[in-house]
Every structure is written in C-alpha cells, then in structure tokens.
C-alpha cells in the first residue's frame, strides 16, 4: 500500500505501539495526547506531535483513537475518553471534504460501536452514512512490556467494519504484517476482545489456586504448571501462580464483561469466580 496520513488520538502504550508499528511500516504518522510529557518523548525520538485535535485529524486520512476506557470498581466502564475523541472527531470531519477513516481500538462492550459512536459521528456529518468517512473497529491485543513488537508480529488482526470499503482500507494499510485477518460486524469484534482478555484473567486465577493448592501439599507448583503448559492448548501465559493479574486491561475488562453476563442474566458467572481469587491474591501479597 502507498504511504498513508496516519493520526494516534490517545498516545499511552496501545497508541504509541500502533503509531510507531505504522511508522515503522513507511506511514507517515501524527501523535495526539493531552499528556505533554508522553508528546516531548515522542517528539524526542523525531516523531510529528500535536497538541491539537483537530490538526491531527485534518492532517491525516486515518485516525486512531487508543484513549483509555478504564472500569470502576462496580464494573461500569468509563467511555468519555472515547466520546470525547469521537466527538472532536466528528467536528474535525465537518472540515474536511476528502473521505477519512476513523479506527477505534480502545477497549468496548459489544454494541458500543453502533449505540455511540456512530450516532456521533452521523449526527456531525448529516450526509449519507459512511458516504464521507469510515468506521472500523480494530481491537488490540498488546503486552504493556512488548506492545510494539506485538503489534509488528500480531498473532491475528480483528477488525470490525462499518462496510467493505472501511476494511479494506484498513487491512491494506496492515498488509506488510497481515498473517491472519479476521473482518466481522462491530459487535463480535468488540466481544473478541472482551473474551480474549476474561479468558486469560481466568487462567491465572485458575493457576493461582493450583499454586495455592500444591504449597498445601509440598508439590512445585511451577514444575506442575510448565508441565501443563507443554499442551499446545493451554500454553504458558499465565501459569506461574503466586501473584495476581493487574495493570490496565485484565481487571478492566474482566469487571466490565462480569457485569454485562449478569445484566444478561448469564447465571454461575465464572469471571465473579475469577476476580474473587484475584483478590484474595492481593490480599495475600500484603
């Protein structure tokens, strides 16, 4: 694909990952954040920054919102980093007469796409749907410590489109590094994610018990665990008990997708299980 006018909205891990992968990919490529200290880093290493929304949209052809969508306590995510971004998005669009691309890669409960976002984004427009901008919802599956050289080696690329032409435009700006391309509707993309990261937060709590249970019994857990873990089914992530999961994303996700079963009425919900275990982890560790 020929180079393309690239825009990171939200410049923390995922979109400093995505924003250099893309660099890295021959784009050229425009960091926005509200942050000042991560834009004097990124300008540091010779990258274009903005402190202006709108000159980071109208300079680009495609935009990358990667704010973060944390969770409270209870499990209600917290969207008004996204509404916010989607909505200076919409604004910026006003001013533009060229078609853009907007990819939300921020984490989302299924629906959220097509209840939020794209009513935003249509009601600044009031032209034909997606007749001058396209929407893809494109999750990230990143580690905080690796986050760039996964996003060069991706294990899969999801993405959910508004149409054809939307994902189109982004599986051909991923091209170089697109071993595995999945394209979907908005709400299974959102719902993979989701999955993704409960699946591997209930992993380790499943391990931190088996952990638990073997210094009960005098057995090396770790021996136990990397034998298990030679199943190609299972894998090594998450094997090593002793210590809760933590960071942005597992905790997040897992209260959210907790809550959204239950509003479902999704009965015996294992992740409530999963969380619980995590706890007393954190308690342990004190």
Same mark, same amino acid.
């Given at each position: ?60 052809? #495609? @935009? =990358? ?14 969207? +008004?980093? %996204?509404?916010? $971004? ?117 992993? #380790? @709590? =499943? ?14 857990? +770790?021996? %136990?665990?990397? $034998? ?59």
């Amino acid at each position: 694909m020929p180079s393309a006018s690239v825009s990171i909205i939200g410049s923390g891990v995922v979109g400093t990952a995505t924003g250099k992968g893309l660099a890295r990919l021959g784009h050229d490529v425009i960091f926005y954040d509200t942050n000042m200290d991560k834009l004097r880093k990124l300008a540091s290493e010779g990258f274009q920054t903005t402190r202006n929304i709108s000159e980071a949209i109208t300079s680009s052809s #495609i @935009s =990358f919102i990667c704010v973060q969508t944390p969770a409270s306590n209870n499990g209600n995510r917290n969207l +008004r980093y %996204v509404k916010k $971004a989607v909505t200076s998005a919409a604004e910026a669009l006003q001013r533009k007469a060229d078609y853009h691309l907007i990819v939300v890669r921020s984490t989302l409960l299924p629906g959220t796409c097509r209840g939020m976002i794209i009513p935003i984004l249509q009601g600044y427009r009031r032209s034909k749907l997606f007749e001058h901008f396209g929407l893809c919802y494109n999750p990230e599956f990143l580690r905080r410590d690796s986050a760039l050289e996964d996003f060069v080696n991706p294990s899969r690329i999801v993405i959910g489109e508004a149409n054809k032409k939307s994902g189109d435009i982004l599986q051909r700006l991923y091209s170089p590094i697109s071993r595995s391309v999945m394209r979907t509707d908005f709400d299974t993309a959102e719902m993979i994610k989701l999955v993704s990261n409960a699946f591997l937060a209930t992993k #380790i @709590s =499943f391990f931190n018990q088996i952990h638990a249970l073997c210094q009960k019994l005098g057995i090396d857990d +770790r021996f %136990v665990s990397e $034998a298990v873990s030679l199943d190609p089914r299972i894998g090594k992530y998450g094997i090593y008990g002793g210590r809760p999961f933590s960071g942005g994303c597992l905790p997040n996700d897992v209260k959210t997708f907790a809550k959204f079963m239950k509003a479902h009425n999704i009965k015996n919900n294992i992740l409530k299980t999963a969380l619980a275990i995590n706890e007393s982890m954190k308690t342990e560790e004190t």
